[in-house]
């Protein structure tokens, strides 16, 4: 159980378009997920919390007009980049856990490749 | 002090050794913790959770906490090269949101 999945596991996007990656929980409901980012070599970073029926709340530093993050559904958190740049390529994984526990289940990851 | 500190290693043992990976907490950081393992490319995977003093073992693995000296550890018996990856610790933030805290990571070589 605790499955996490995102969608796509990988894209290229041209300069200036923007991508949209999905995080889904498949057996369980999950009314907080949290967005991250990696860059090669280097630590998770939280970028923001995804609240089911609420605002997104976003890390110190993180643009929330950039980052635009949805959640429609206990299943579901979507993390759109806007008008993505070569700067925004990087390792975006996503993590849920059943409401109520902190135990958190991440997904495989989406690599984003602006070019 | 952060509020997840883990020696970043890397940290090198042969094949059959334990491997011992360690990690301190501040007052921040809740009563629950989690050990995640990354290999590679990949996403982190959860491989154990702690939320009481003393000991946890999972087959090879064994979690510890000791919670009057702010200290967790993961000990790794007999160690394969198949766990080389980099091992992150992370507890419950405060507050009583389902927020990690992650430490930095600690990366794991096992030589053949």
């Known amino acids: 159980g605790a499955v996490v999945s995102q969608h796509p596991s990988r894209v290229i996007c041209k300069s200036g378009t923007s991508v949209k990656i999905e995080c889904r929980s498949l057996d369980f409901q999950a009314t907080t997920m949290f967005w991250y980012r990696q860059f090669p070599k280097q630590s998770l970073m939280l970028m923001a919390t995804?609240?089911?029926?609420?605002?997104?709340?976003?890390e110190q530093g993180v643009e929330k007009d950039k980052f635009l993050i949805n959640h429609a559904s206990l299943t579901l958190s979507t993390l759109t980049v806007t008008s993505a740049h070569p700067e925004d390529s990087s390792f975006y994984i996503c993590?849920?856990?059943?409401?109520?526990?902190?135990?958190?289940?991440f997904g495989p990851g989406t690599r984003l490749l602006v070019l | 002090q952060k509020e997840v500190e883990q020696n970043s290693g890397p940290l090198s043992v042969p094949e059959g050794a334990i491997a011992s990976l360690n990690c301190t907490y501040s007052d921040r950081v809740s009563q629950s913790f989690f050990w995640y393992r990354q290999y590679s490319g990949k996403s982190p995977e959860l491989i154990m959770s702690?939320?009481?003093?003393g000991d946890k073992e999972d087959g090879r693995f064994t979690a510890q906490l000791n919670k009057a000296s702010q200290y967790v550890s993961l000990l790794i018996r007999d160690s394969q090269p198949s766990d080389s990856a980099t091992y992150l610790c992370a507890g419950g933030a405060q507050g009583g949101s389902e927020k990690l805290v992650f430490g930095k990571g600690t990366k794991l070589t096992v030589n053949p």
């Open positions: 995804s609240n089911e029926g609420s605002k997104a709340t976003y």
């Open positions: 702690i939320y009481s003093n």
């Open positions: 993590s849920a856990g059943p409401t109520g526990r902190e135990t958190q289940y």
